[in-house]
């Protein structure tokens, strides 16, 4: 069976693109994950072919079937996903449940604001974990998610909510 480059880079013997690896872009700070535009492919990988980086690998059953068998794999998406809400001024707690963390307020400017490229992000990310085995942490996000766009009023798109609903399925 050939090597599957997202498991080798979940597993910490391969590399993204760029010479990554996952514990490189797990210490990025707020401003790199900002910045760069082509992690985000890795760490969330998706079946269908990413618009903005052609050579990102793409998901497949081996992958699918490796996390759902493998708990660090599903840990170290979890410690991906943690990087992710803290980027976004949210936190997991109580398992699976996601909250404002105490720096929310903080991030809102950088995301939470019309057409943000970051809604496309979270339809890849609440998707992706979804699909390789933290379905109950991708549904404690979407709901957070809702929360927040009650709260914004009109913000978030109700067609970037409707992707998101439709990636946790």
Do not use: K
């Amino acid at each position: 069976m050939p090597a599957s480059p997202i498991l080798d880079f979940y597993r910490g013997t391969g590399t993204d693109h760029a010479g990554r690896t996952l514990v490189d872009i797990l210490g990025f700070d707020h401003e790199a994950l900002e910045f760069h535009h082509d992690y985000i492919q890795w760490l969330f990988p998706l079946p269908e072919p990413s618009g903005a980086l052609r050579t990102a690998p793409l998901l497949g059953a081996v992958d699918i079937a490796a996390f759902a068998s493998d708990p660090i794999l599903r840990d170290e998406l979890r410690r991906s996903l943690d990087l992710m809400l803290d980027f976004y001024g949210l936190i997991r707690v109580e398992g699976a449940a996601v909250r404002m963390a105490p720096h929310f307020g903080q991030r809102v400017p950088v995301w939470l604001t019309p057409m943000s490229h970051n809604y496309l992000r979270l339809t890849r990310i609440l998707r992706s974990c979804t699909l390789l085995g933290l379905g109950p942490e991708a549904r404690a996000l979407l709901d957070a998610l809702e929360q927040i766009a009650i709260a914004a009023e009109g913000i978030i798109p109700e067609r970037s909510l409707a992707f998101w609903r439709g990636a946790v399925g």
